[in-house]
Every structure is written in C-alpha cells, then in structure tokens.
C-alpha cells in the first residue's frame, strides 16, 4: 500500500518507502529532525504557519489515526496573499500572505450516524476470505458534513467494493457514478476518483470511496466486474482524466471525440477561449481573466 | 431530393486511413433520404447476413444526438451500442472558473428538460458545504419544491410527447407540448425566462413570486391536469400503443440495481424507490403524495408510472400554493455575506436592480458599493471538502458531487445524470428486440443528451 504522502516535502516521500514502519509508531520513524522529544500533535493551523503550509516531517498528515489522538486537517495545498487574487496584484499589504488549505481531518471513532456499523461491518467482511485487510486497504476515514469517505488503497478496491456490495450487513448494491477529481499539487496521488454508493436495503445509507493514483502511473482497479453501473462513469474519468481502469471491459473515450488529444477535466489542461471585444474594449477568455480563487 | 450515394468499400466519412481500412471489410452505404428502395435492393443484393446500422446522431427518432450503432440480422437487433458525447460542452469544466454562484447559469443548461432540478441539486450540495441546509428559508424551500414539481410535470409530459412523436404519434406530440407550454409559461412569469432559469440560487432563490403568480399557477392546475388526462385517454388503453410498448424494452428490478437505473425505470418494476421519500429534501417529508410505481417492468409500465407522478405532482404543487400564502418570505438566506445584495425590480426599461437599492449604494453608502462589488465579481467563499446531495429528478437520481478548495469557485463540480447512467441499458432493453423497439425502448427511457453529455 501507498501511504499517502500530502506534502511536498522530501520527508514524506522516504516515509513512503517503508510505510509499515511509519504507520506503526506514528510518524516517529519518518523524523528528520533531532527534535524527537516533541510534543506529538501540534494545533495544525501553528504548524502550517511555521512551515510555510508544507506539512512538518514529524507530521505526517494523511495516516491513519491513532486511537486517542486528535488526526490533523490534510493540507492540500497553500493561498497566497489576502484575497487570492489570480493576477497577483495584491496591494492590500498582505500579498505575501501564506495560509493552508485545509481538508477535513481523519475521524476519529466513534464516527457516529451508521459510519461505525459499515465500518465494523467493511472490517469483518473483509477479514474473512480474502487475504485484504481492513488496516491495508482503508487509508483513512473522514466523515465530514455527514458524509462518510472511506479512503482506500488502489489494489485493495475490487476487494473492497465485492465486500460493499455483498455483505448481508452493507449491502451497497448501487454504484451511482465515478467522479474524478484532479490535485496536482499532491504529490504522488494527483488523480482521484471517487465512487458514490447507495445501500437501499439498509435505508439509503450512503458511503463515498476515494481513490488516488499517482499521476505517472494512472492506474486504478475497474470495479464494473462489481457494479456494471460503473461502466460509463469510468470511461467518463478516464475521457476526462487520464485514469486507467484496469480490467475495464472497453476502456474508450465517451464524450470527446476518439482521436482527441489530452484529458479535458485535468487541471493542466486549459479552458481554452478566444478574448472578445465589445464596444471597443476586449474582454479576455474565462481563465484569463482576474480570479479570486 | 437530398444526394444518395453508395460507395464500393469507401467511407466518405472516414477521417483517417485505418478507417478507411475498416470499411474495407465490408461495403458502406450512405444514406441520406432519398430512394430507400434501390438503396435497400443494393444492399440485399450483396447477400451479406449481418449489418451495422448506423442510427443517429441526427435522427428525428433518436431522441436528440444520440448515436445508436445497431448490428441486424434481419430486423432482429443483435447488438447495440450507444455512442454519446455529440453535445458535450464542457459544462463541469467552464463551472471551475466561475464562482458558485454563477454555476447555477452553467448547469441549468444540462439536462434542458428539468433546469429546475439541475440547479436544486447544485446549490443542495453547495448549501451542504456551506453548513447552511438548516438556514434555507422555508419560503424559498416551498418555492423550490413548487417550481420542481411543476418541472417534473413538464419533463414527463416532454417524455411522453416526443415518445408519442417517435412512434408516429404527432397528436400525442401536440397535446403534451400545448400543456408543457402553460408550465413553461409560468416559468417565464416567475423567473423571466422558460427554460436556462439560474433561477434557485446557494441560499434560496432569486427572488420572489411576482405579484398574481400564485393565481397563475392555481388557475393552470386544472387546465394541466386536464391536458394530461386528454392524453392519458388517447394513450394508456390504446391498442397501438400497447401493441408497441407492452414488454418492449424490458429490464427487471435485479438489471435495474446492477445497471444503476433509477426513476421511472426502476419503478415500472414495482420497486418505490424514490429519492424524496427515502433521503428527504427541501422539506418533502411535510408535503402528503405516493411514490407511483407499476409491475411490468416495460415501457408501457414507464408511461403509466410517469401519468402516476404528473397527478402526484401536481398535488405537490396544491399543497405548495397552500403553504406559500401562508408563508411570508425572505426568499433568501438572512446571510450578507451569501445573499447577493441585489433587489430586482422591474422597471419602465426592463429587468433591473431596484431603485432603492441603487440609491443605497451609489448614494448613501460605499460599504454597501463595496460589499455589492465584492460579492458579485469575487463571489463567496466555500470551505473546503466534498459534498454529494442526491435529489429525485424526473428521470431518477441525479446529484452532484462538488469540491471545494476554499475558494470563490468549484473546485471541481461533476453531476451525475441520470439520463447518463440509464442509457447503459440501451443494449439490455434492445438487443434480440426488433429494430422498431429500439425506439420505443429509448423513448421509455427518456436520455436528454444535454444531461447526458454535459
């Protein structure tokens, strides 16, 4: 499995190579620096702060939490100045300005709602039979604004949504779509997808499954052997994305023409647009224009 | 008369060599009206057992540019696929440099046939992310549920008009186009346009209901239903039509769950699963109405469930005009730094902001410019994660999963449509089928292809 590694620092990318060892102990054995007799949390606002938004060596930030332990927020990256402002032309005094982007942190248990049932439920559906195990293929888990996001190791996805769909006590018989979403500041999982599931017999309880892959080798494990339902939505991300799924039974373009050039919905790839003038001045394209993002 | 060609093993369509090189496996007609005869003659005359027909995407059957590829044998349909993707515009990609405001004028333009539903469903899950559910006025709730059930009816009646038309029917056609319009008419009183509204906007709606608009739409009800009880008569017992649909294009519950299928697909099979009862939103849990449901798991079963819903619909929409008049506003989030500051009033030149509100910030106060300034070209911000509300749209589960990075804009917006999803059943619902229930099959499906390509 592929510790996810949030950061851009060089730490996090050693602590990849061994990630029993940093899973283990919490993040110790992936300290660099001599200041082993820290404090083990830290508010994590105060430590982006002093890094710069990078997160720290000694903090990994997207492991699965220890019991007991407040997990931090995962940085997904940094704002510059005081209102974001894409022509960099902050004059407001604070143009140098650097804060964290902060996503929701790891939950902690109990999650609450029926997360800790599917949870339990995922977690004995997958200890018997296959040899995936729960603490391999469940990364983290976030419930944020009600929502429950299991996310899960690539090789451990065809295990875990066979689980989702047939264990009496989860029952997720509906995939409803794939959605693809592109970080390309996160270093070693730019590509994710995301899976939507639906239980009916268990009262429309709902789960999201996130997904990353690297962004130089996009592979990710089909599921529509699972949940036909997906066979659109993948070729969908994929069109859009560039993310293989592998084992999908024809993997093609659905939208953009066959023979297009690129990934439309990647963050690299531009919108496009020509500037256009109205009443003699010229309105630029979209994605020149000032922006406050 | 239109041009008619047939080429020895050339593809006047092919774009490249290695199409080329297909076509030459076997030999390609093109048609484009004209003399079916020879053409037909031409083509038995070779004595070649299996062909592949091209259906679409410009036909007048297919249900707008969808691309139906169809391997014969005869008039057996032995294989079908669909091609999509002739109106992508790249919607989900043109919302990430917009604010999320203004995304609402993006996905209003998918699925053309329920905008309505488009914008419910992107500002749920902006609202969601926002953590402002709970602060949604009632009033704007009420009146979002009223403007959707009065666009499912729209949507259904769309479905059965163009379904009706695709078999030849063009009474059916005219009928459930006459009673659309009074939908869309109101629709043009209340948001000022009848279809592309941006009307349901993150923390409400635009704005009220204009003066007389709920007299309109009690006035129109009856009318409405009257109309679809006029084709009800011409359609559900007619023996044509069943002769057409019964047992065409049928998928059971089991294919319906494997293939995703929602709506009225899924409930043609008996099954009630409908997203207002089960996940309730904008307040459907207080409104009184049956999930319809029928047991045949065809096409017609689809008609009658979608005749079913446009009377429990417009229910719906009864005990909305009850609540309104009872419900005074605001129609907006109390929340300023959400709410866009603009009052719209209408004026001796159109549409425009109100005179009052214009006074206030170009004479009274430069907070109030600012603010306005600000909130409109930067937009507010959203704190960062995902969301996903799923609503019940009229062709079934359409919800949209929406990321945010902090920032003015969407991250990312993806919708997932149902007309999208549904589709993928085109091969089951057809293949061993006859050629003419392909038609048929895909009208009961109902795919608009601005949804499905977005």
Known sequence: MTPPSEGTSGASGSASGEPEAARSDNGEKAEVTPAADKPEQKVSTTAAQETGGAPTAAEPPNLPAEPGTAPEPVVIGERQGMFGSSLGNDTSGYGGLESPILFPAAAVRPYGSYFDEVADALERGLGDGDDTTYGDAVQRVVVDRGELTLHVAREALPAVARALRDDPALRFEVCTGVSGVHYPQEAGRELHAVYHLLSITHGSRRIRLEVSCPDDDRHIPSIVATYPSADWHERETWDMFGIEFDGHPSLTRILMPDDWPGHPQRKDYPLGGIPVEYKGATVPPPDQRRSYS | ?454
């Open chain 2, 1 to 454: 008369m239109t041009e008619q060609t047939t080429h020895e093993t050339e593809d006047i369509f092919a774009t490249s060599e290695s199409d080329r090189d297909d076509a030459a496996e076997g030999r390609v007609f093109t048609a484009s009206g004209g003399d079916w005869e020879s053409l037909a003659e031409e083509a038995a005359s070779i004595g070649e057992d299996r062909i592949v027909v091209n259906m679409g995407p410009q036909h007048p059957s297919t249900h707008g540019v969808l691309r139906l590829i169809l391997e014969l044998d005869g008039e057996t349909v032995t294989e079908a696929r669909a091609g999509i993707g002739y109106l992508h515009t790249g919607i989900e990609k043109n919302m990430e440099f917009r604010t999320w405001t203004q995304g609402v004028t993006f996905c209003t333009r998918m699925d053309y046939l329920m905008p309505i539903f488009n914008e419910t469903a992107f500002c749920l899950s902006t609202e969601k992310l926002l953590g402002i559910t709970d602060r949604i006025p009632e009033r704007a709730s009420i009146i979002r549920v009223m403007m959707m059930e009065l666009n499912r009816v729209g949507s259904h009646l769309v479905a059965l008009a163009t379904g009706g038309m695709e078999m030849g029917a063009t009474t059916v056609m005219t009928i459930g186009f006459r009673e659309r319009e009074r939908i869309l008419s109101i629709f043009e009183m209340i948001t000022g346009l009848r279809m592309n509204h941006a009307y349901v906007r993150p923390g409400g709606v635009v704005q009220d209901l204009p003066p007389g608009a709920i007299d309109k739409v009690r006035d129109a009800i009856p009318q409405i239903r009257r109309g679809i009880h006029e084709l009800e008569l011409l359609l559900v017992e007619n023996p044509i039509l069943k002769g057409r649909t019964v047992d065409v294009g049928y998928v059971d519950l089991t294919g319906c769950i494997a293939l995703g299928l929602t709506g009225p697909i899924l409930r043609s099979t008996g099954f009630p699963l409908d997203v207002r009862k089960s996940e309730p939103y904008c307040g459907y849990e207080t409104y009184d109405f049956e999930v319809q449901t029928a047991n045949t798991s065809d096409a017609y079963g689809r008609l009658l469930v979608r005749f079913a819903e446009m009377y429990e619909s417009l229910k719906i929409v009864e005990q909305t005009i009850d609540r309104l008049q009872s419900t005074p506003g605001p129609v907006m989030i109390e929340d300023k730094k959400i709410a866009w500051p603009a009052q719209l009033s209408l004026g001796g030149d159109g549409m425009g902001n109100s005179l009052d509100h214009i006074r206030e910030i170009m004479g009274d106060s430069m907070e109030s410019l600012i603010h306005h300034f600000k909130l409109v070209t930067e937009g507010f911000r959203v704190p960062p994660g995902q969301a996903y509300v799923p609503i019940e749209s009229p062709k079934g589960e359409l919800g949209a999963h929406v990321v945010s990075d902090g920032g003015t804009r969407p991250y990312r917006a993806h919708f997932r449509d149902p007309s999208f999803n549904n589709l993928q059943a085109v091969a089951a619902m057809c293949e061993g089928g006859m050629i003419a229930d392909v038609i048929v099959a895909v009208a009961s499906i109902d795919p608009v292809m601005g949804g499905v390509d977005r």
